[in-house]
């Protein structure tokens, strides 16, 4: 199980391999043996790349699910429960979602851990990670980036809120609602609209999600979220609305190096085990056609 979540985490059985401090040999071997119990296959690979298949993307749920209570369970029967302080980051938007849930059961599983909460923006926490003063952090980093540990890839989307009158049309700026700099969302999105020749302005610039959430529900512009924290009641802007990709970014946990080892893997664990498997991202359109007013940049009545 370990081994397969290595390879599903990395797409590579090298870097898998590298990460284990096993044979390449052995994790091709334990691969072969978990498709052999199950008796399907959950890996296709072939000479440039490793990809996960429907069965090996439930797997990944299951493996963080089977491995976190053999973690529980053995603290239950050895007594050697986890201990000490843990210095925990999160950012805004992720722990409006099922994070709070998360701590509350690592809490209730190891009542010998002071846990101790940062709630801020990604490049603030990564900064409090390397100075030491936060352990472990759960934060957005661009796709590929390589630090910490990949919990998932996202797609970023433009989203604004349905019902609201939001129109402009190409002669006019695209309203932005933007964090404060720096921002990575914020730095993407308006890379993405000046290589488009598409003209911008900053409609609102917030210091946290809530405030973001706030101006997209007013209908002052247009927002820019990860497409897997999009909140039901706000709608993600299809390709017809002229706007450009975004591109993709990464959900990691970034760890402190002297951070306390076995807090730090109880946590890392839980977050694993709760968080959603590793998956391609499917395009989706949500965003309602209608067939007379004025539209969107690109599109037409």
């Known amino acids: 199980m370990r081994t397969f979540l290595a390879v599903a985490q990395s797409l590579s059985f090298t870097q898998a391999a590298a990460a284990l401090g096993l044979g390449q040999p052995t994790v091709s071997q334990h691969i072969r043996k978990l498709e052999q119990t199950v008796g399907r296959p959950l890996l296709v690979r072939d000479t440039r790349r490793v990809t996960l298949t429907v069965d090996g993307e439930a797997m990944v749920g ?3 699910s089977i491995l976190a209570a053999n973690a529980q369970a053995t603290d239950y029967f050895t007594g050697a429960g986890v201990r000490g302080r843990l210095r925990f980051g999160v950012t805004d938007d992720l722990a409006l979602t099922q994070v709070p849930r998360i701590l509350r059961d690592f809490r209730h599983l190891n009542p010998g851990v002071t846990l101790d909460l940062t709630v801020s923006q990604s490049v603030q926490l990564q900064r409090r990670v390397e100075s ?6 759960f934060l957005k980093t661009a796709a590929g980036d390589g630090r910490g540990r990949l919990v998932r890839r996202d797609r970023l989307v433009w989203a604004a809120a349905e ?10 700026p695209v309203p932005l609602i933007v964090y404060q700099a720096p921002s990575p969302s914020r730095a993407l999105a308006v890379q993405a609209l000046e290589q488009a020749g598409i003209k911008h302005r900053v409609a ?11 101006a997209t529900r007013a209908g002052l512009g247009v927002a820019i979220f990860p497409r897997s924290l999009l909140p039901a009641d706000l709608a993600e802007l299809p390709h017809s609305t ?5 591109g993709e970014l990464d959900l990691v946990l970034l760890t402190n190096p002297h951070a306390p080892a076995e807090p730090v893997e109880a946590l890392t664990t839980a977050i694993l085990a709760h968080s959603n498997p590793i998956r391609p991202i499917q395009d989706t359109r949500h965003w309602p056609t209608t067939p007379t007013g004025p539209g969107i940049p690109g599109t037409r009545p």
């Not at 030491?132 to 952090?137: F, I, Q, T």
């Not at 609201?164 to 002669?171: A, K, N, V, Y």
């Open 242 to 246: 002229g706007l450009p990709e975004l």
């Open 62 to 64: 299951f493996a963080r």
């Open 163 to 172: 019902g609201t009158g939001l129109r402009w049309d190409e002669q006019r």
């Open 204 to 214: 609102c610039t917030a210091r946290g999600i809530n405030a973001v959430l706030a």
């Open 132 to 137: 030491g003063h936060v352990d472990v952090a």
